[in-house]
């Protein structure tokens, strides 16, 4: 469900104690101010303080939920809208905005319950109706819709959304007339909107009524120039036309508006064809595959497009790869035989031309089937443009398919280390992080305002970094070296990237200190940041990552091979020494996850929060571990948490996986 289906009203909740309310009422005054300015995640950080002090305050809940539905993160704002109703189970407006969650996640039944939950509390309110119309739509409860359209119309009469949605409904009960309608009474109510001329241009459309349905598009356009449906749509119109360069333009300023648009790319690659712009159209077609891998389309258009341009293999592969999604495309065993005739592979050539004569013949025995007849039907052609709504990973042959991202990694947060930097922020932000006296101690014994321990990159400029290593080295030469002496010059090695020295430098801290746990907690991350830097050297290995195959992680595409091992040791032996520290489990995890040992690595980070409950770093690298192991609910669960401990990071992860 679109985020536009939620109409968020702010309201002052009262409060008992006079002393709590000025509290309260500040930290709701900053967090709706925050959300109304669409700061979110600053929204969040203030509602995290007063439920920190106040775990009570069930508005907080609410309001948290709708900022974490805001940036995507549904399953996020799923349980803090259930503490809210937990905590006021008349709470009617949570019951609401969880149901309209529930419904974006696909979980229907449950978001059905929640709004019936909601009207029989307040029957009188207009919203739910709406919402669960919009939900049974999406459900394709198309009567039931209608109904709850009505209610909503009985008190709202100038929401043009309500009666373009129950047109919607009408037009998949082929009451074409009352969708007609609607549609027209959504316009009237509301001229400026360029969704109620979409829907009617479509219908006109649909009737071959092509001069009406341009106008429509036009108003379309000139209400809302930013809109891609628009332009699309009226793509469509031009192709029917016999208006091809105006077509293309339209499709052309929809991929300026969205880049990623597959459907928009497979049919100006169709178009492109059809006027012999073969190169460009095959351009498209590569996208398409770039965009939607699993699209039989593309590969069966893309090979006969190959063809016509002479590049006979590539063109028998790609019908070879539609014919591994579909092994009943008979039309693709017959452009693959043909295509093997011509490369003299006749008994191939032979066996494809059988296999689709016995498709075709399966096909003629059920004319009544029209899925099958999709991919048997050889008189059917492919080059019909799509319309804007059309799924094309599936495409017409209705096939369900695993989504896929774009994005093949998905980066660890790094490891904690005692390192040199001048923010100040960081510090701060680190001391509250975790309390560890033994690590505040060692930071005192060190005696230097520059150290703290982070994962972020050192603020410090590289002049200033090589100047303290330059002064640390001087300083070593000069009457005995002290382990505190030796533990920063390691540092700064590592920081201007003289590893080997810094490991060195390390080992001899070791000599002087073989009980200090931080030692062997910065040596594993040097000889981690060492290991990555040279793979990257060698192949552009990507640093402290999560590769798509586990089995490959630690091999190049040449014969070295990396391994974490002695860093891994490192990280034991620190946790020996201080079983306390959340940082050393955590770094540990990470390493063991570049392993290739999840299960470990899980294990590591789990007990790395249970040190440190608001170990956010801890929580997002989890989120991802489980992502990565399938159990993607539960990941993102962690992520939620990660976002709302203020990594920026979880926000992007969510949106891939709740889409």
Do not use: W
Not at 309 to 338: H, Q, V, W
Not at 623 to 637: E, N, P, S
Request: proline content about 3%.
């Amino acid at each position: 469900m679109r985020k536009a289906v939620i109409a968020i009203l702010f309201v002052l909740f009262a409060t008992t104690s006079v002393v709590a309310q000025y509290n309260r009422d500040y930290f709701f005054y900053v967090g709706r101010r925050q959300m109304m300015d669409n700061n979110f995640k600053e929204a969040i950080r203030t509602l995290n303080v007063l439920l920190r002090f106040d775990d009570k305050a069930y508005e907080g809940y609410f309001l948290r939920g709708i900022a974490k539905y805001n940036l995507d993160d549904l399953l996020g704002a799923e349980a803090d809208f259930t503490e809210a109703i937990d905590k006021n189970p008349v709470f009617t407006t949570a019951f609401t905005y969880r149901a309209i969650t529930r419904s974006r996640l696909g979980n229907y039944d449950d978001a059905l319950s929640d709004f019936r939950e909601a009207i029989e509390l307040r029957p009188d309110l207009p919203n739910p109706y709406y919402s669960r119309g919009v939900t049974r739509l999406l459900n394709q409860q198309f009567e039931e819709a209608i109904e709850d359209f009505n209610n909503f119309i009985r008190y709202e009469k100038k929401v043009a959304d309500a009666y373009i949605n129950r047109g919607v409904c009408h037009l998949y009960l082929k009451d074409t007339v009352r969708a007609y309608a609607d549609f027209d009474l959504g316009i009237r109510t509301n001229r400026e909107s360029p969704m109620g001329y979409n829907r009617r241009g479509v219908l006109l459309m649909q009737q071959n009524r092509l001069e009406e349905a341009e106008r429509d598009f036009d108003m379309a356009v000139k209400c809302d120039s930013m809109l891609p449906m628009s332009y699309f749509n009226r793509a469509l119109v031009y192709n029917e036309t016999n208006r091809p360069m105006q077509s293309l333009a339209d499709l052309d300023r929809v991929i300026q508006l969205d880049s990623t648009s597959s459907i928009t790319y497979f049919n100006r690659a169709i178009i492109r064809s059809r006027i012999g712009d073969y190169n460009r159209a095959l351009e498209d077609y590569n996208k398409v595959a770039q965009y939607s891998p699993d699209n039989v389309l593309v590969y069966y258009n893309r090979a006969i497009l190959y063809q016509q341009l002479g590049e006979i293999e590539r063109a028998k592969n790609d019908y070879t790869k539609a014919i591994e999604l579909y092994p009943d495309f008979a039309n693709a065993y017959l452009g693959r035989s043909y295509l093997r005739h011509l490369l003299r592979d006749y008994k191939g050539s032979r066996s494809d031309k059988q296999i689709a004569e016995r498709k075709i013949a399966e096909y003629k025995s059920r004319l009544n089937d029209t899925t099958y007849s999709i991919y048997a039907d050889t008189t059917r052609r492919f080059d019909k443009l799509l319309s804007f709504e059309s799924k094309l990973a599936g495409s017409s042959f209705e096939r369900i398919t695993s989504r896929r991202t774009n994005n093949e990694k998905m980066a660890l947060l790094p490891l904690f280390k005692f390192t040199f930097t001048q923010d100040s922020v960081e510090q701060t932000a680190t001391a509250s992080k975790f309390h560890s006296q033994r690590a505040e101690d060692f930071l005192k014994r060190l005696d230097n305002p520059l150290i703290a321990v982070s994962c972020r990159e050192s603020s410090l400029a590289p002049d200033s970094l090589v100047a303290i290593n330059r002064r640390l080295k001087q300083s070593t030469k000069v009457g005995t070296t002290t382990f505190e002496q030796l533990f920063q010059l390691a540092i700064s090695e590592s920081l201007v990237k003289q590893y080997t020295n810094a490991v060195n430098t390390y080992t001899a801290a070791i000599q002087v200190s073989p009980t200090n746990p931080f030692v062997y907690l910065n040596r594993a991350a040097t000889q981690a940041e060492m290991i990555d830097f040279i793979s990257s050297i060698d192949n552009g290995y990507q640093r402290i990552s999560i590769e798509s195959d586990p089995a490959r992680q630690l091999h190049n595409r040449s014969t070295r091979t990396y391994n974490y091992d002695e860093a891994i040791a490192d990280l034991t032996k620190a946790i020996k020494l201080h079983s306390g520290f959340a940082y050393a489990y955590y770094n540990r995890a990470n390493l063991l996850a570049l392993s290739g040992k999840f299960p470990e690595a899980y294990d590591d980070y789990t007990k790395a929060i249970e040190l440190n409950p608001h170990f956010a770093e801890a929580y997002y690298n989890r989120g991802l571990i489980q992502i990565y192991m399938k159990d993607t609910r539960k990941g993102c669960l962690d992520i939620s948490k990660a976002g709302e401990l203020g990594i920026e990071e979880a926000y992007e992860v969510l949106k891939t996986y709740t889409k």
